[in-house]
């Protein structure tokens, strides 16, 4: 029968599905890392886009057939280089072992293997190139690249995989499922509308990912050596609640769940997703029954079911921590819930801090937007006490990005013995105060005296090309044509109608090489987006993990960095830099670590900014506070400096 939709007032919701959900049936998106490398089973048929994001990003790629030779004819492509990027990573990096293992299963020998190598320095970005294969088999794809000096401005960059598969069922969990955080003792496949218990060690690991995205998991732990002796002391969310003063504990510092003896049982390590409920109870069959569903599966039946070979009491509703669980509290006290924000292969990581009994649910929910209509199914990791893991939540860059977890500044091996008082800003640790200073002090030395902070978590962008001037005097407030070579101007970055995208400061290393450097990420993609609709040739890399600063302000802070910073003859010094200008400058010697000496902060003191690549940060900071004691130099987290940029009416975004 045919259908006239004319006829019909449909009012559809079309929510927006975020990441892997979002994408077409069969299709498949992976991000290949600046300066890495993924490895994906590839089959007959399947169609392969490899997106040049940034542009100006080459890419090595190999492949092997399933006898484990050495062959890109199954992608209908013949080698043209030698594989050096892939083999050097391969051969020096850690972070690859369960790669290697799969190549090893394989019997793949990747130390004499040959690649095709495309993409260049002229590459515009979003340029994508398309593969057909041919023959079942393995590829890995790299994004080759080097060490970036403050003075270069060569940049890796980040490459984008589609792949359509012509089989929808190939891969699909081994896509969906993320790859060990390490060698696992357990792991447990919790199917949907169920849950199962298990035990676990003191100090051992749990993962509970949601493999497929927007699936709830109820978890509960209970103390093993009580519960031998017939006592029930398992994590009461209402205690951990009071204890860590909000609405669930994060990695950090207000990181474990309590027992109603005020005992810890777990820590949160890791958590990518960020959003959970700990107000609610498990599911619960008076719930279905209430809105009419008789029967119905729900998680605290299944606990019942699974804690009672350990002689747990059975209970109507359970008491739990619900992962993934989206809810909030409005303005009319009323608790709701939405569709979750977890996306395929987000996690949580607990550490059980003793011996410990614990359930896992995979919540039967399909009547409401707790699962998104669709229940799946849960999965459990258990890792050794062995392990280390750092703490760390997940950042995304946009809706669509894939998440990261947060990370270490090239300065936090010294930051981190002073404090612990850390907060995650857009993906990075940074100080909020330190022991033995706290706010005040360290408001009051910047004032008085001198300070130090790390604010490495600022966004880069590297902006290149001839038309580079163009697009910034376009995009920014200001006009960028009056800037000079070695000048800095503060900025606002607006989309055409006036709407404050973010602000940031322009620095002019050339004619056609800027650098920009603000606090959101979004302003690499606004500034190629506008780059792309003017028909511009500029190119916009992302460089913040390339340039990691230091912050120096007070009055004495250029009697500090005067005793530590070579500059050459023909660029000013510390002592001849004037207000927004920079030089590239050495650590003492012109052997020295470089460094992008700035004339800027954002204190309303006189001070600078020194930029160093990551391997030289703690070089920078030793030789920093080596010298800082004679000003008796002093830390400063971001505590004290929200009251001085406050003070010197600076805004920040987001306040």
Same mark, same amino acid.
């Not at 006290?333 to 649910?361: C, E, M, T």
């Not at 002090?441 to 790390?454: F, G, L, S």
């Given at each position: 029968?045919?259908?006239?939709?004319?006829?019909?007032? #449909?009012?559809?919701?079309?929510?927006?599905?975020?990441?892997?959900?979002?994408?077409?049936?069969?299709?498949?998106?992976?991000?290949?890392?600046?300066?890495?490398?993924?490895?994906?089973?590839?089959?007959?048929?399947? #169609?392969?886009?490899?997106?040049?994001?940034?542009? =100006?990003?080459?890419?090595?790629?190999?492949?092997?057939?399933?006898?484990?030779?050495?062959?890109?004819?199954?992608?209908?492509?013949?080698?043209?280089?030698?594989?050096?990027?892939?083999?050097?990573?391969?051969?020096?990096?850690?972070?690859?072992?369960?790669?290697?293992?799969?190549?090893?299963?394989?019997?793949?020998?990747?130390?004499?293997?040959?690649?095709?190598?495309?993409?260049?320095?002229?590459?515009?970005?979003?340029?994508?190139?398309?593969?057909?294969?041919?023959?079942?088999?393995?590829? #890995?794809?790299?994004?080759?690249?080097?060490?970036?000096?403050?003075?270069?401005?060569?940049?890796?960059?980040?490459?984008?995989?589609?792949?359509?598969?012509?089989?929808?069922?190939?891969?699909?969990?081994?896509?969906?499922?993320?790859?060990?955080?390490?060698?696992?003792?357990?792991?447990?496949?919790?199917?949907?509308?169920?849950?199962?218990?298990?035990?676990?060690?003191?100090?051992?690991?749990?993962?509970?990912?949601?493999?497929?995205?927007?699936?709830?998991?109820?978890?509960?732990?209970?103390?093993? &050596?009580?519960?031998?002796?017939?006592?029930?002391?398992?994590?009461?969310?209402?205690?951990?609640?009071?204890?860590?003063?909000?609405?669930?504990?994060?990695?950090?510092?207000?990181?474990?769940?309590?027992?109603?003896?005020?005992?810890?049982?777990?820590?949160?390590?890791?958590?990518?997703?960020?959003?959970?409920?700990?107000?609610?109870?498990?599911? %619960?069959?008076?719930?279905?029954?209430?809105?009419?569903?008789?029967?119905?599966?729900?998680?605290?039946?299944?606990?019942?079911?699974?804690?009672?070979?350990?002689?747990?009491?059975?209970?109507?509703?359970?008491?739990?921590?619900?992962?993934?669980?989206?809810?909030?509290?409005?303005? &009319?006290?009323?608790?709701?819930?939405?569709?979750?924000?977890?996306?395929?292969?987000?996690?949580?990581?607990?550490?059980?801090?003793?011996?410990?009994?614990?359930?896992?649910?995979?919540?039967?929910?399909?009547?409401?937007?707790?699962?998104?209509?669709?229940?799946?199914?849960?999965?459990?990791?258990?890792?050794?006490?062995?392990?280390?893991?750092?703490?760390? &939540?997940?950042? $995304?860059?946009?809706?669509?990005?894939?998440?990261?977890?947060?990370?270490?500044?090239?300065?936090?091996? $010294?930051?981190?013995?002073?404090?612990?008082?850390?907060?995650?800003?857009?993906?990075?640790?940074?100080?909020?105060?330190?022991?033995?200073?706290?706010?005040?002090?360290?408001?009051?030395?910047? $004032?008085?005296?001198?300070?130090?902070?790390?604010?490495?978590?600022?966004?880069?962008?590297?902006?290149?090309?001839?038309?580079?001037?163009?697009?910034?005097?376009?995009?920014?407030?200001?006009?960028?044509?009056?800037?000079?070579?070695?000048?800095?101007?503060?900025?606002?970055?607006?989309?055409?109608?006036? %709407?404050?995208?973010?602000?940031?400061?322009?620095?002019?290393?050339?004619?056609?090489?800027?650098?920009?450097?603000?606090?959101?990420?979004?302003?690499?993609?606004?500034?190629?987006?506008?780059?792309? =609709?003017?028909?511009? =040739?500029?190119?916009?890399?992302?460089? &913040?993990?390339?340039?990691?600063?230091?912050?120096?302000?007070?009055?004495?802070?250029?009697?500090?960095?005067?005793?530590? #910073?070579?500059?050459?003859?023909?660029?000013?010094?510390?002592?001849?830099?004037?207000?927004?200008?920079?030089?590239?400058? $050495?650590?003492?010697?012109?052997?020295?670590?470089?460094?992008?000496?700035?004339?800027?902060?954002?204190?309303?003191?006189?001070?600078?900014?020194?930029?160093?690549?990551?391997?030289?940060?703690?070089?920078?900071?030793?030789?920093?506070?080596?010298?800082?004691?004679?000003?008796?130099?002093?830390?400063?987290?971001?505590?004290?400096?929200?009251?001085?940029? %406050?003070?010197?009416?600076?805004?920040?975004?987001?306040?």
């Amino acid at each position: 029968m045919q259908l006239n939709l004319e006829n019909f007032n #449909i009012r559809s919701t079309n929510p927006y599905l975020a990441g892997p959900n979002g994408l077409a049936p069969g299709e498949e998106r992976y991000i290949v890392k600046a300066q890495g490398l993924i490895g994906i089973e590839i089959f007959k048929g399947d #169609i392969l886009s490899i997106n040049n994001i940034e542009g =100006k990003q080459e890419c090595e790629i190999v492949t092997f057939d399933n006898e484990g030779k050495n062959n890109l004819g199954i992608i209908g492509l013949k080698q043209n280089s030698e594989a050096k990027f892939i083999k050097l990573i391969l051969s020096n990096s850690s972070d690859y072992k369960f790669l290697i293992s799969k190549l090893k299963k394989r019997k793949i020998d990747f130390y004499n293997t040959k690649s095709f190598n495309f993409f260049d320095s002229e590459t515009a970005a979003g340029t994508t190139k398309e593969l057909t294969v041919l023959e079942n088999g393995y590829i #890995i794809i790299a994004s080759p690249g080097k060490i970036m000096l403050v003075d270069k401005q060569d940049t890796a960059s980040e490459l984008e995989v589609k792949i359509q598969r012509k089989n929808n069922i190939n891969n699909k969990l081994e896509y969906f499922l993320p790859d060990p955080l390490a060698d696992t003792k357990e792991e447990y496949l919790i199917k949907d509308s169920t849950a199962l218990a298990f035990e676990v060690k003191e100090g051992d690991f749990i993962q509970v990912i949601d493999i497929y995205g927007q699936q709830c998991s109820d978890f509960m732990a209970f103390g093993a &050596t009580q519960l031998q002796k017939g006592k029930e002391f398992s994590i009461d969310t209402t205690v951990t609640r009071n204890i860590v003063g909000g609405a669930y504990p994060m990695p950090g510092l207000f990181s474990k769940y309590f027992d109603k003896n005020q005992d810890t049982l777990v820590e949160v390590i890791q958590d990518t997703c960020g959003r959970h409920d700990t107000y609610g109870t498990a599911c %619960t069959l008076k719930y279905y029954e209430d809105m009419g569903y008789f029967g119905h599966p729900n998680c605290s039946d299944n606990y019942n079911g699974q804690l009672e070979p350990f002689g747990v009491e059975k209970r109507k509703g359970w008491n739990a921590i619900n992962l993934f669980f989206n809810t909030s509290i409005d303005a &009319t006290n009323v608790l709701f819930s939405d569709i979750p924000w977890s996306r395929p292969g987000d996690y949580v990581l607990f550490q059980a801090q003793k011996d410990l009994v614990s359930v896992s649910s995979a919540c039967p929910c399909d009547v409401d937007a707790a699962n998104g209509w669709n229940p799946t199914d849960i999965y459990v990791r258990v890792y050794s006490k062995k392990n280390v893991f750092s703490k760390a &939540t997940g950042y $995304r860059k946009n809706a669509n990005s894939d998440f990261m977890l947060t990370k270490e500044t090239a300065f936090h091996k $010294r930051t981190s013995v002073m404090t612990k008082d850390m907060m995650d800003s857009v993906g990075f640790w940074i100080p909020n105060k330190y022991n033995n200073y706290g706010t005040i002090e360290e408001y009051t030395a910047c $004032r008085n005296n001198v300070v130090v902070m790390d604010l490495s978590s600022l966004r880069k962008f590297e902006i290149l090309g001839p038309d580079a001037e163009e697009l910034m005097n376009t995009a920014l407030t200001r006009n960028v044509k009056k800037l000079a070579n070695g000048q800095v101007v503060y900025s606002a970055l607006c989309y055409e109608n006036g %709407t404050m995208i973010d602000d940031g400061t322009l620095y002019k290393l050339g004619d056609t090489n800027f650098r920009w450097i603000c606090g959101n990420d979004y302003s690499g993609e606004w500034l190629r987006e506008l780059g792309k =609709k003017l028909n511009l =040739k500029v190119w916009i890399k992302t460089s &913040t993990d390339q340039l990691h600063n230091l912050s120096v302000q007070g009055p004495n802070s250029r009697k500090l960095l005067s005793k530590i #910073i070579w500059t050459p003859p023909a660029n000013p010094d510390v002592n001849d830099l004037k207000w927004f200008h920079f030089s590239i400058s $050495r650590i003492h010697d012109h052997l020295g670590a470089p460094v992008m000496l700035s004339r800027t902060g954002y204190t309303g003191e006189l001070g600078f900014e020194l930029y160093c690549h990551p391997k030289d940060g703690l070089k920078v900071w030793d030789a920093l506070w080596e010298a800082g004691k004679e000003f008796n130099l002093t830390p400063m987290g971001f505590n004290a400096l929200d009251m001085l940029r %406050t003070e010197a009416g600076l805004i920040l975004g987001g306040n």
